[in-house]
T-cell receptor, first 111, second 114 residues
Framework: GESVGLHLPTLSVQEGDNSIINCAYS??????FIWYKQESGKGPQFIIDIRSNMDKRQGQRVTVLLNKTVKHLSLQIAATQPGDSAVYFC??????????WGAGTKLIIKP | DAEITQSPRHKITETGRQVTLACHQT?????MFWYRQDLGHGLRLIHY???????NKGEVSDGYSVSRSNTEDLPLTLESAASSQTSVYFC?????????????FGPGTRLTVL
């Protein structure tokens, strides 16, 4: 079936640098995309979302970019901090309230 | 503050036993979901509900059941626990009346089936 996938399972970034986590999706009917952060031993936590009528959305230190032409989603984290260490999931929705989840990218912050 | 809770947080059981995991949300959300997450993997949908008395099967529903008798609770039952059901289980909810797509998660239940 159609699914969301991630390019890199693990990403190591120097503290203070910017992080970019990528995600590919294949369902052209998806109109809503979400990034979640999951810390060890905890449930996924909502970070930021974007609808298909937008190509960029910014939050606090995070930016999500959506390229519908190539079905690509990215999460940018500015000035990465130790507290950003986690697994990041992208998810997509095609208006039935269900989310299709990617496998996750583990972000490691190097001191 | 509104929240979503799960209990127990950890459970060890034996093969063949019936197990029920509780999920309770005070968001007053219409939609509720159960997922399982296996080590190093993403989330897989087990069952979901769009409202009271409504339940639907997800992609990995075999061996699991749910019931929705009120807005706040969606208990997940493993009819006869199997070792393959050892996993971390997450409950989530979303608000249909506000778009319904953003799901909010509980802390998870770690289930071990021996």
């Amino acid at each position: 079936g159609e699914s969301v996938g991630l390019h890199l399972p693990t990403l190591s970034v120097q503290e203070g640098d910017n992080s970019i986590i990528n995600c590919a999706y294949s369902n052209s009917a998806s109109d809503y995309f979400i990034w979640y952060k999951q810390e060890s031993g905890k449930g996924p936590q909502f970070i930021i979302d974007i609808r298909s009528n937008m190509d960029k959305r910014q939050g606090q230190r995070v930016t999500v970019l959506l390229n519908k032409t190539v079905k690509h989603l990215s999460l940018q984290i500015a000035a990465t901090q130790p507290g950003d260490s986690a697994v990041y999931f992208c998810a997509e929705s095609a208006s039935n309230y269900q989310l299709i989840w990617g496998a996750g990218t583990k972000l490691i912050i190097k001191p | 503050d509104a929240e979503i809770t799960q209990s127990p947080r950890h459970k060890i059981t034996e093969t063949g036993r019936q197990v029920t995991l509780a999920c309770h949300q005070t968001w007053n959300h219409n939609n509720m979901f159960w997922y399982r997450q296996d080590l190093g993997h993403g989330l897989r949908l087990i069952h979901y509900s769009y409202g009271v008395q409504d339940t639907n099967k997800g992609e990995v529903s075999d061996g699991y059941s749910v019931s929705r008798s009120n807005t706040e609770d969606l208990p997940l039952t493993l009819e006869s626990a199997a070792s393959s059901q050892t996993s971390v289980y997450f409950c989530a909810s979303s608000d249909r009346d506000r778009g319904g797509d953003t799901q909010y998660f509980g802390p998870g239940t770690r289930l071990t089936v021996l």
